[in-house]
């Protein structure tokens, strides 16, 4: 049990290392969910490129929503955004330091998932293979214009009887590959880049800005948790000393069932009660109220 209380309290205190793992168990999932999906593309002229692009977009903001969930301190930051200014101000540079900390790590999974879909080319060739232009490919030129548009709309189809050997089809299902690959290597080359040039160029600026923002935000992090962990525990003895109020007072009703109950001042309780002060509802409620509209100064 001491055991399982060490590793709470290490997740507790390293908040920003346990989220980068949950990113990088996301990334990894939006990886094997990809490799496990069936991809059937329609192969209608009105539907392939709604099919194509939704499977590129939208389980990316699936991983994105997932992603800001997760992560605990966007919750801190909205409520440090939406708090009433109280005897506390409010530091925007800590605010923008924290939305930018959870957007970059709740963007890791979805460009993962697009870089994947990209350099696999199955929904770049789903959505875009009936736009391309007939005259280019030799099979198509040779029909209607309402025919080459509905056989290059049959194009991801490879089981299609009509085009299972045609060389057109392969040639156009090359050539969007081809761009869907250049287009995925491009993207994460930028990105590469960016980070490369985040990470140098970082010091080249002023860093005090910098280490403000991120110890004002470990540090209201910090003092959330903390104040969780009290209100629990103040419950708990809140509990304790109601549910002891409420035996104290039914001690005739007790005495008339032959139940022995213990006498003033024996039992476990501590000598130091810290809430001595507060009796009934309302003063809680008005603590409660106290630390959200008038937090104490740092």
């Known amino acids: 049990m001491d055991r399982f209380r060490m ?7 390293n908040s920003e290392s346990v989220m980068n793992g949950i990113c990088g168990l996301l990334a990894l999932a939006s990886v094997k969910m990809y490799t496990s999906f069936d991809f059937s593309c329609p192969c209608l002229l009105q539907y392939n490129m709604a099919y194509g692009l939704g499977i590129m977009f939208v389980p990316p903001v699936i991983l994105f929503l997932c992603g800001l969930i997760l992560n605990r ?18 530091d925007l540079a800590v605010i923008r330091y924290m939305c930018s900390s959870i957007i970059q790590r709740a963007m890791v999974a979805p460009v993962v998932w697009i870089i994947v879909t990209l350099l696999d080319g199955k929904c770049l060739i789903c959505a875009f293979s009936g736009s391309m232009d007939p005259e280019k490919f030799v099979s198509f030129a040779s029909v209607s214009p309402v025919q080459a548009q509905q056989l290059l709309a049959k194009v991801p189809c490879k089981d299609d009887e009509l085009m299972r ?5 392969k040639a156009v299902s090359r050539y969007l590959r081809c761009w869907s ?3 995925g290597w491009s993207i994460l080359l930028i990105l590469i880049i960016a980070a490369f040039l985040a990470r140098w160029l970082r010091p080249c600026f002023n860093q005090d800005t910098l280490l403000q923002a991120q110890h004002w935000s470990n540090y209201i992090d910090i003092e959330q948790k903390i104040f969780e962990e009290t209100c629990c525990e103040h419950s708990r003895l809140f509990a304790h000393k109601c549910i002891l109020h409420f035996f104290e007072n039914m001690r005739q009703e007790i005495k008339l069932h032959s139940f022995s109950l213990p006498r003033e001042g024996e039992g476990d309780e501590e000598k130091e009660d810290p809430l001595q002060g507060i009796t009934d509802q309302d003063q809680v409620n008005k603590l409660l109220k106290t630390w959200y509209y008038e937090k104490p100064p740092l």
Do not use: C
Not at 7 to 13: H, R
Not at 76 to 86: A, H, K, N, S
């Open 181 to 183: 690959q250049a287009l």
């Open 73 to 90: 301190q966007s919750l801190v930051m909205l409520e440090e955004w939406r708090r009433p200014q109280g005897h506390r101000k409010k």
């Open 7 to 13: 590793i709470f309290q290490y997740f507790q205190s």
């Open 165 to 169: 050997n045609d060389t057109s089809r």
